[in-house]
């Protein structure tokens, strides 16, 4: 009994489901692990022009390995795949990379009003914070941050923090967001990552070597050894990956978590900010002169950011830049 009553309080709790369960049920999502990322340039290589074929497909999330730490990143195209052609030189093909691999689980709708489904992985928490896509029948439905935002009707749904592990899907029920019909196929596709393990700093990008895990395919179906034909540059190396949430800073963030959404006072700015886990001193304060407004003031955590020596206000300013862009 004093067991139970203890992990029932998120400032007492020991058990880190405990806590992760009661700041969910409170409205805030625990943060996953956020995927490192980076980009690339793709072009072909001199054996191309003496290839059988004409065209070259790579599909959107094939794998790369880094030859630097040997984790997996996986392409991410804005469409299903590129084509390449192998009759003449084709050069910077800039694409964005992200570091995990794809997991999917398929499921069955019963076509029932704010229908729920936990996704487990042996992962856990290493699911990607953000990549999460939920397929419907073969048909992409959009993501939404809470179930009010969906519009009626609207093939929407919502990915939270599972209360137990791993991720929940919601859906709507016709008032906020459709209902998927009974029987259909539902497919959760995402992706599991290491977290800050993902990021590769160095001075020089030419020194962050990848290669490709994954085939590529010709218009006939055909398999293809990627590394043959197409050879992959880096333009940015991968970095802003981050841990899962610990469970001290979910008993902080928790309560101050904003119901709608809305960065209103200066515990959401906080809560926001902490999230980040890019700074090392954060100060959110009400200006003297005007109470309307709020002065942030952030130092941001080095040791996070660089690992080797390197001139800092040039380093910081280019990193910054390539995360807003």
Request: no cysteine.
């Amino acid at each position: 009994i004093e067991d139970a009553i203890t992990e029932l309080s998120i400032i007492d709790a020991t058990r880190v489901s405990s806590i992760y369960s009661l700041a969910t049920l409170a409205g805030h999502s625990p943060s996953r692990a956020v995927s490192a990322s980076g980009e690339i340039s793709l072009s072909t290589t001199s054996d191309s022009s003496s290839a059988d074929f004409d065209i070259l497909i790579i599909p959107n999330l094939t794998r790369i390995k880094s030859k630097n730490n040997g984790l997996n990143y996986v392409l991410s195209l804005p469409q299903d795949d590129i084509k390449f052609s192998m009759k003449g030189n084709t050069n910077g093909t800039s694409m964005k990379i992200l570091q995990g691999d794809i997991e999917t689980q398929t499921l069955t709708a019963k076509g029932e009003e704010i229908e729920s489904f936990s996704i487990n992985s042996a992962q856990n928490y290493l699911i990607d914070n953000y990549l999460v896509n939920v397929y419907i029948n073969g048909e992409k439905w959009k993501r939404f941050n809470s179930m009010l935002d969906i519009p009626r009707g609207e093939k929407g749904y919502v990915v939270k923090t599972g209360i137990t592990t791993g991720v929940d899907v919601f859906f709507g029920n016709d008032f906020y967001g459709k209902i998927p019909t009974k029987g259909s196929e539902i497919r959760v596709e995402y992706l599991v990552n290491s977290g800050a393990s993902g990021n590769i700093t160095t001075e020089q990008v030419s020194q962050v070597l990848f290669e490709w895990s994954d085939t590529g395919f010709t218009l006939t179906g055909k398999e293809v050894d990627l590394n043959t034909y197409i050879k992959i540059e880096t333009v940015h190396s991968p970095q802003f990956g981050a841990n899962p949430e610990d469970s001290e800073l979910t008993r902080l963030l928790a309560p101050k978590q904003s119901k709608s959404f809305a960065l209103v006072n200066i515990d959401h700015y906080d809560s926001v900010l902490t999230r980040l886990k890019i700074f090392s001193i954060i100060n959110v304060f009400l200006d003297e002169n005007d109470n309307r407004m709020l002065n942030l003031f952030l130092v941001p955590d080095l040791n996070k950011l660089f690992n080797t020596g390197q001139d800092y206000f040039w380093s910081y300013l280019r990193t910054s830049w390539l995360y807003l862009g």
